[in-house]
């Protein structure tokens, strides 16, 4: 769908603020589309990005920060969100055994089977929305990084 119709607006300054409205508008719509699929595995998309971080370390623990700092939403209550996943058995809270101060995650075997599951049709998800080419999408993420260039 064009981003006119989608915002039923034809009037923009510039073809690089349309290009900033479409990336925002774009993000929210990916969002939408990934939260109805990960609802039928009772995970959010802040959840799921949080088991997904932990899979990548895993059998590694992480402390809370270095998950914070690797969200995609770097507003995330990641606390709030491993009680929550700890709650549903997917993680496990325990103390650092280098740093008594440090609370360590780690992804449980239930957390890895739901990660795995839920990763099929998420992927395949992707598969059906992002009908772009290999090429495409490394030119997209070039263009991407272009624009986040100025990141801190």
């Not at 690797?70 to 549903?88: A, G, H, Q, T, Y």
């Not at 993680?91 to 992804?107: Q, Y």
Request: charge should be positive; glycine fraction near 4%; hydrophobic fraction near 40%.
């Amino acid at each position: 769908m064009k981003l006119e119709q989608a915002i039923q607006s034809t009037k923009f300054k510039s073809e690089v603020q349309k290009a900033g409205l479409n990336i925002l508008y774009t993000a929210w719509w990916l969002k939408t589309v990934t939260s109805k699929e990960l609802k039928a595995f009772g995970l959010t998309h802040e959840q799921y990005n949080v088991l997904r971080i932990l899979k990548g370390s895993y059998p590694e623990q992480m402390c809370v920060k270095n998950i914070a700092c690797r969200m995609i939403e770097k507003n995330s209550n990641v606390p709030r969100i491993i009680d929550r996943l700890e709650l549903k058995k997917l993680v496990e809270r325990s103390t650092s055994a280098f740093d008594k101060r440090e609370t360590v995650i780690t992804l449980t075997e239930r957390g890895m089977r739901l990660l795995a599951e839920s990763s099929v049709k998420i992927d395949r998800l992707f598969g059906e929305v992002l009908t772009i080419s290999e090429e495409e999408g490394a030119a997209l993420n070039s263009l991407l990084e272009k624009v986040r260039e100025n990141e801190e």
